[in-house]
């Protein structure tokens, strides 16, 4: 690979730092070239020239993952703006693996925070990502301009307050953004308690991660022993480029 490369790191730890934050948006698969699109950026393979992503790979992408990305709080990055990258017709990576529209969800997919594993590793990593952890019971409010909203028990326990404030804490609403019309099958039973992860964004708490709370779930109990000693990549929340809560 180039160094610098496309984005103006300068050596392969700050490549493998910065890189590190977009795992989890490879994980949920929002289209078929977003691996293509920041490997171009982030490990440019050696040429005489650099060879940038085109305009239409960056359009496709963002048009399938902002969305996926907003929902967690997370703006498309200013450093990713599509405008900085060639029309097609010059020399640039073209539209490959996925198709040239952007990739529509299917109409079922379970919402974004509720596609949850419950493992260890998974569930201290999305902890990584998050301002804030609690345990409570929810209730759910009237949806919202095509948001779900969520309130919390007043009898709730904060496992990581973040940059939550007190008039945050006094009354707890999560929302759920992009989510009014996909389902969430951890929210089919409010009776029991829920581990919230979250994040603190324009003033208002949005949902990242949704589990069940199990006591004798043993990955769970893992991750809640070691949640504030696990490695967490730096600058894992927010993405390059993107805004500060």
């Not at 964004?201 to 709370?213: F, M, N, P, S, V």
């Not at 004798?216 to 929340?237: D, H, I, T």
Request: with cysteine; hydrophobic share 40%.
């Amino acid at each position: 690979m180039q160094l610098p490369n496309l984005l103006e790191h300068d050596s392969l730890a700050e490549v493998k730092q910065q890189a590190g934050a977009w795992v989890p948006l490879l994980a949920k698969r929002c289209h078929g070239d977003t691996q293509l699109f920041l490997c171009s950026l982030f490990a440019p393979v050696c040429l005489e020239q650099p060879v940038y992503p085109c305009r239409s790979l960056c359009q496709v992408v963002r048009a399938s993952c902002a969305p996926l990305m907003e929902a967690f709080g997370f703006p498309w990055p200013d450093m990713l703006h599509c405008a900085r990258f060639p029309p097609d017709h010059q020399l640039c990576i073209a539209v490959q693996f996925g198709s040239s529209q952007a990739t529509p969800p299917p109409a079922s997919r379970i919402c974004p925070q509720c596609e949850t594993e419950q493992k260890a590793e998974g569930m201290m990593e999305q902890m990584c990502a998050s301002d804030f952890v609690l345990k409570t019971r929810l209730r759910e409010l009237q949806a919202e301009g095509g948001e779900r909203r969520l309130a919390a028990a007043p009898k709730r326990k904060l496992l990581k307050r973040g940059p939550l404030q007190r008039p945050d804490t006094r009354r707890l609403v999560l929302h759920m953004r992009n989510a009014a019309a996909c389902p969430c099958p951890q929210l089919a039973d409010l009776r029991r308690p829920f581990l919230v992860l979250g994040r603190k964004a324009g003033g208002r708490l949005l949902l990242g991660a949704l589990y069940r709370w199990e006591r004798g779930n043993r990955e769970m109990r893992f991750a809640l022993k070691f949640m504030f000693s696990y490695p967490c990549p730096p600058r894992y929340a927010p993405l390059p480029g993107a805004e500060q809560p």
